[in-house]
Structures are given as C-alpha cells and as structure tokens.
C-alpha cells in the first residue's frame, strides 16, 4: 500500500514538473517585443546610464524595478591596458569592459545605444575612423536582423526585450568583422537572477571579465602624453595569439587594488570568459568552490570543484568561503593565460573602494613608456613578484631596485640565461644562494629578447627617482 502510494506521489510530481511547473515553459515566454527604432537623434551627455548597471568590479544590488532603462552608448577611446600600454579601443559605456547589466528573470530590458564613434578623444586626435557598430545581447531572445542592426556614427537604436533565463550573458558588438570589434572592447555582461533570486546567501558579489588584447605598436608611431600608441595587431588576433590575457580590462588589475573580503565571508563572482578565441581554467587559490553553476544558472548545479573551465562566450557563478584572513589569488590556470596578465586578488587586508573619487585626485604612478621596457615591466609583474619587489625589501629573493649598479649587465644576461650554470662557478652567486636559504632561482627558459627587456626594465626602475617605482608584489 504505500509503495503504491509512493509510486502515485512520484507519478503526480513527474507529471506536473512535465506540464504546468516547468519554469523553462517557452509557451508562457515574452517573445513579441515591439520593433526596433532606429533615429538621425544624436544624444550628448552621459555614455552609460540605468539604475541596474555597476561600472566596476563589485556588482550592485538588484534593482527593484521591472523594466530597465538601459544606455550603452559606442565610443572610441584609449584605454590603459597595461602600465604604459596604450590602446585604441571601442568602447559600450565608455569603458571596457562595459557596464554590467543586472535584472531578473521576467524584466523588461528597455534598450538605447547612439554611435558616438566620431566623436573627438579627450586631448587625441581620432585615433580609429568613425563606423559602424551593433549591439548583441546574448540574453535576449530576438530577431537579430531587428534588434542587432548595424547603425551609422549619430544614429540611435531602441529595442526592448523580457528575459526569460536567468544566467550570467555576454553582450558584444555584432557587426563584421565580429572578431575585431570583440577584440577592441566592446564586450560586457548581463546578470539575470532566478525569479526567485538566488538559493543562497553571500555578503560580497562581483564580477569577473576574462578577455583578450591583440596589441602592437602603431605603425604610425603616433603617442598618446608621450607614450607610444598601440593598435590591434591583425595578424596575431587571425591567429589567436593575444598579448594579454586579462581580468575586468587590465594587465594584472586587481593585484594592485585587491577585491576585498572578510575571513569567515561568502563570497559570490559571476564570471564570464569573454574570449574572443581562448579558454579559461579559472581558479581561486586557497579556497574551493562550493557551488558552480554553468552558465550561471542554479539548475546547472556542481559541488566542491577546483577550476572552472569556460570557452569564449561562458560563463559561471562560482561561491567559496573565505577560511582565514590572507589574500586569495584568482588566476587562470591555464598559465600562460596567467602569465599575460590574468590575475587578480581577493584580500583580506584590501579597503573596500572609497565613494566619490575623484580620477584627479589618484595619485600618479611612474610607468616606463618604451615598448620593450613596458613589456619587462609585464613580464617581472607576471612571473617574478612571488619571489621579488621592486623597492620594497628583500623576499624570497632579493628586492631588484638598485640590482643594475650592483651587477653589469653581462652578469644579469647570464644569471637569467642559466642560474643554475652561474651557482656552479661565480662566486657572488653562490654567497646569494647562501644568503637566500640556500633556495635557487629557477631557470625560466628566457629567450634572449626577453632578457634584453627584463635588464632594460631594471635600468629604467634604477634611473627613476626613489620611491616612484615601488611594486610589492602579491603577499
């Protein structure tokens, strides 16, 4: 008897999960929005606007309204894509990556972009010719040939769409070539919560951005405040060959300004791994995940996991626990992703961004400006701050300030071509190894053309004035 009865319980739930309780039921779905409108009104003000974006990497509470007023408008603009490196990107929200959108699942996304492409850089001439541009929601379930129509520089598009999938989706530009405008920025996210928000509790959110830089120097030599210019490399992004590999738009961003956190926090990030051709193994050290879910939906739900492996375009939210006060290295574990810049910190010892800052009140950092200079720079950051500082003290190796009228450039060549070689015969290497424990510096197969940059960056720190080029690290 009660197995029968257990049988007909079983039947009664299948049943209804099959019919008029599936959340998923596209019959119930908004999929009529009213026509896209395209418009010659040439819109000023503010490049980004709506009460559910956050322009950061902490993502804002939900907005409680049920339609959201979206504004991404288009731009060309250099960006900082690492110290000294200059960029000519596009741009949605004037940033890259653009603003996060943040809705529920039945919100209404009311949508206006105006291509300001042409309008002149602050103190640049155009650096990129006015064109076309588009926008392609990822979350939205539309005509593309309505909503994702290409517009002319002064031109505004409105289209509004409903969401019917909570996930974690990219928007990009849509107009060909796909690659390169993907590529110069013009990339963001869309966070759309369950109905019911989500099952769980956190006390921080943010929102993580892996992404691509295809950069060379531009071939016209043009500068940017004396620095030189960068430009999409063509070559290397048909290629799939990127020059960094980032988090939320910058070389190694969040290991200079922590995300910050408290021992005993949860800690929610919606990541999204906006490619455009590589994977990502993302990874927290020192913590584990303890709920994934794909795509950022929680009925794609994982337990306990390490990494998280997102091709371009996925995404996830991933929740941990912070276990004691330290700071937790984000990081792709695919490392030679890692070593073009992808990674970032959550720390505990890190001050929550203050309110109000003004960009004239940041104070200046020194950065070096010639190319193979700046890319030793990235290199040093990349892979030799866990033993290294530049002005800062000695760690598990010597602080490098001052290491150029220590040694001869013929030494330093040496030493980074093959450590292992000098400890057998040179003296001062073997009274370093002493001194550092007896723990030796690992040969990092340099190539001679990444030695060259590495001692012209050493040259460059020991020509600055002291204290201007301190770099601690990651503690």
């Known amino acids: 008897m009660i197995s029968r009865l257990l049988l007909l319980v079983l039947f009664v739930n299948v049943a209804g999960c099959g019919t008029g ?20 009104e040439r819109i000023k003000g503010a490049f980004a606007s709506g009460a559910s974006l956050s322009l950061g990497a902490e993502l804002k509470p939900l907005d409680s309204s049920p339609i959201k007023d979206v504004r991404l408008d288009t731009t060309h603009k250099i ?28 919100d209404k996304i009311r949508f206006t972009m105006t291509n300001r492409s ?65 590529a110069s920025g013009m990339y963001g996210a869309v966070v759309v919560e369950p109905r019911g928000g989500y099952p769980t509790k956190v006390d921080r959110e943010y929102v993580i951005v892996q992404s691509e830089f295809y950069a060379k120097p531009d071939p016209g030599k043009r500068k940017i405040d004396g620095a030189p210019l960068y430009v999409l490399d063509g070559e290397r992004l048909r290629a799939s060959q990127p020059s960094y590999t980032v988090f939320n738009g910058a070389h190694n961003g969040m290991v200079g300004k922590p995300l910050p956190a408290k021992p005993g926090e949860r800690v929610r990030l919606h990541v999204l ?72 910190l959550i720390s505990t010892s890190a001050k929550a961004a203050e ?81 550092y424990n007896n723990i030796p510096m690992p040969n990092q197969n340099l190539s001679d053309a990444e030695i060259r940059q590495y001692i012209k960056y050493f040259h460059w720190i020991d020509s600055q004035p002291a204290g201007t080029t301190a770099v601690p690290g990651a503690h």
């Open 355 to 435: 309110k109000e800052l003004e960009h004239h009140n940041i104070p200046a950092s020194m950065a070096p400006t010639d190319p193979d200079t700046v890319q030793g720079k990235l290199n040093f950051e990349s892979k030799c701050l866990a033993c290294h500082s530049v002005g800062q003290g000695r760690k598990l190796g010597p602080d490098v300030a001052g290491v150029t009228k220590r040694r001869p450039d013929v030494w330093l060549y040496k030493w980074m071509k093959a450590p292992e070689k000098m400890l057998e015969t040179d003296a001062y290497a073997k009274a370093m190894l002493k001194e």
């Open 118 to 182: 042409d309008e002149m850089v602050p103190a640049v001439q155009l650096v990129a010719a006015p064109m076309m541009h588009s926008m392609d929601f990822h979350a939205a379930m539309v005509s593309p040939q309505g909503k994702y129509r290409s517009i002319a520089p002064g031109q505004t598009i409105t289209f509004e769409f409903t969401l019917n999938y909570p996930g974690i989706f990219m928007y990009h530009c849509g107009t060909p070539m796909i690659l390169e405008h993907i």
């Open 21 to 40: 309780s599936d959340q998923y039921d596209t019959s119930k779905m908004d999929l009529k929005p009213v026509p896209a409108k395209v418009s010659s």
């Open 79 to 106: 960006i900082e894509i690492a110290p000294g490196v200059k960029f000519s990107a596009w741009t949605f929200g004037d940033q890259v990556p653009g603003p996060t959108v943040r809705a529920r699942v039945g």
């Open 273 to 344: 791994n906006v490619g455009p051709s590589k994977t990502s193994s993302f990874h927290v050290v020192g913590t584990i995940f303890d709920r994934v879910w794909i795509e950022g939906n929680p009925d794609n739900q994982f337990r306990g996991m390490q990494t998280l492996l997102l091709g371009s375009s996925n995404s996830a939210i991933v929740e941990f626990m912070i276990p004691e006060a330290g700071s937790y290295i984000m990081v792709d574990h695919h490392f030679a992703n890692a070593s073009q810049g992808a990674i970032g």
